[in-house]
């Protein structure tokens, strides 16, 4: 990615790179959360959670 910039209220993130491609992101917790649990994409594990964020405590985002 060659530029990003975030939205006024910091909840977007846009970036574009040498591919000619424009993307965007979401940075609202609650609206990452909602699509990470229904998107069907593999949550970490405790172990690989460690590896990624070590010494923070594990969250919950989907309920059971």
């Known amino acids: 990615m ?6 006024r209220d910091g909840r977007l993130l846009v970036g574009a790179g040498d591919e000619r491609v ?7 917790p609650d609206t990452v ?7 069907g994409s593999t949550l970490l594990d405790a172990a690989e959670w ?3 964020a070590p010494g923070y ?7 059971k």
């Open 50 to 52: 460690e590896r990624q």
């Open 2 to 7: 060659n530029d990003a910039r975030f939205g």
């Open 22 to 28: 424009v993307r965007l992101w979401t940075t609202d």
């Open 33 to 39: 959360a909602d699509q990470i649990c229904t998107s």
């Open 57 to 63: 405590p594990m969250a919950t985002l989907c309920p």
